[in-house]
């Protein structure tokens, strides 16, 4: 069983940054596309990040393109949401994710971390 497992989340101020990162517990992932998601209190998980596993293709949510940098590490297998000048709304628990492709639905996302509570003060 592949688990998924997130670090990095906290409670930052407005505008401050935060880097995620998710790493593979156990057995390896394989050439998997990975992705993040992120859940606020009373609201549907929405799609955040997605990269390729080659690293070449992302794609990001209108909302945070040009504010989060999702990357992948050195041994690929790893894979970072770098999140600068945070938001209020950007408060929410975040999860990564693994799917076959770069993907937005969150159903094509076979396997999921356990989740980090990021929150933006204003």
């Known amino acids: 069983q592949v688990q998924l497992v997130e670090s990095g989340g906290g409670l930052v101020q407005a505008g401050d940054s935060l880097r995620l990162s998710c790493a593979p517990s156990?057995?390896?992932?394989?050439?998997?596309?990975m992705g993040w998601f992120r859940q606020a209190p009373g609201k549907e998980r929405e799609f955040v990040a997605a990269?390729?596993?080659?690293?070449?293709?992302?794609d990001y949510a209108d909302s945070v393109k040009g504010r989060f940098t999702i990357s992948r590490g050195n041994a690929k297998s790893t894979v970072d949401l770098q999140m600068d000048f945070l938001k209020p709304e950007d408060t929410a628990v975040y999860y990564c994710?693994?799917?076959?492709?770069?993907?937005?639905?969150?159903?094509?996302?076979?396997?999921w971390g356990q989740g980090a509570q990021v929150t933006v003060s204003s």
């Open positions: 156990g057995r390896t992932v394989g050439a998997y596309a």
């Open positions: 990269i390729s596993w080659s690293g070449e293709i992302t």
């Open positions: 994710a693994a799917s076959l492709g770069v993907e937005r639905l969150a159903h094509k996302y076979k396997y």
